[in-house]
Structure formats: C-alpha cells, structure tokens
C-alpha cells in the first residue's frame, strides 16, 4: 500500500489529466476565413486542384461561404472538442465538374484553430453518416478581418 500512493503521484505528475480549457474554441472562428484546399486522391488533385474556400462564421455557430463553385448552405459548428472543431454544411450546387465530386455534404473537421490561420481537413460527402466514396483532402484558410 505504501509503494502505490508514491507510484500514483509519479503517473499523475507525468501524464496530467487534460482539461476543458484546452479545448479548441468555436469562438475563434469569429471572421471571415479565405484559402484554398487540395484533395488526398492524386486523380482529383490533378483534375481541381485548388479548392477554392471562403466562410464566415458567426458568434452563434452559424455560417455561410462557397468551396469550388459550391454555395454552404446552413453551415454550423455541430461539435468542439480539445483535438478538433466539427462544422457541416449543406451545398448548392457542385465543387467542380468532375463527376466525382458530385456530393451535397461538407463536413470540415478542424485540427488547428490559431489567430490568423485555420488547418483542417474537408470531407464532401452525400450524406452526415457513413459514404464509402466520401472525398478528402486539406485545406488552409486565413483570416480575413
């Protein structure tokens, strides 16, 4: 019993617990948001790269904004937690031409939220759930105003 309360104290001291405060926080997407962002699969890269972006945020979660040649459509932070920001939106009208990329979801799972930039990844999907043929890539956004 005397060596286990030593041993606790050294695990906490080396791995502490996290805490809501470190937390990416929705508020920082407070602005308008430009960049341009490129597909994982190689084929698409080549057909549209880059993917134009532009979004703005609102303090309420809400937002608006185009990809490619998309329209968002209620665009909102749906989830925060300390390793990423979820936003979804509905889109009119299609990214590009290319019939692959024929989908009316965008999911952007945002990895790293700092003062001026924005790093995440963009899922185009045809639903919120599960699409096997979902396409993926990166993009970079910098703050406007």
Do not use: C
């Not at 019993?1 to 050294?10: C, Q, S, W, Y």
């Not at 329209?71 to 909102?76: K, N, S, W």
């Not at 937690?81 to 979820?86: A, F, K, S």
């Not at 990329?101 to 185009?124: G, P, Y």
């Amino acid at each position: 019993m005397r060596m286990i309360v030593p041993l606790l104290l050294a695990f906490t001291t080396l791995f502490p617990a996290r805490t809501t405060s470190q937390a990416l926080a929705p508020t920082g997407l407070v602005s308008r948001w430009t960049g341009s962002g490129s597909f994982f699969n190689r084929d698409l890269r080549a057909k549209v790269d880059p993917v134009p972006f532009v979004a703005e945020f609102t303090a309420k979660g809400a937002g608006t904004g185009r990809v490619g040649q998309a329209i968002l459509q209620d665009a909102r932070v749906v989830r925060s937690t300390r390793d990423y920001v979820e936003v979804r939106a509905k889109l009119s009208g299609f990214i590009g031409l290319d019939p692959a990329l024929a989908k009316d979801r965008l999911v952007l799972v945002i990895t790293k939220l700092e003062a001026t930039t924005i790093q995440a990844e963009f899922h185009l999907k045809s639903n919120f759930t599960f699409d096997p043929r979902m396409r993926e890539g990166r993009v970079t956004l910098t703050r406007d105003r």
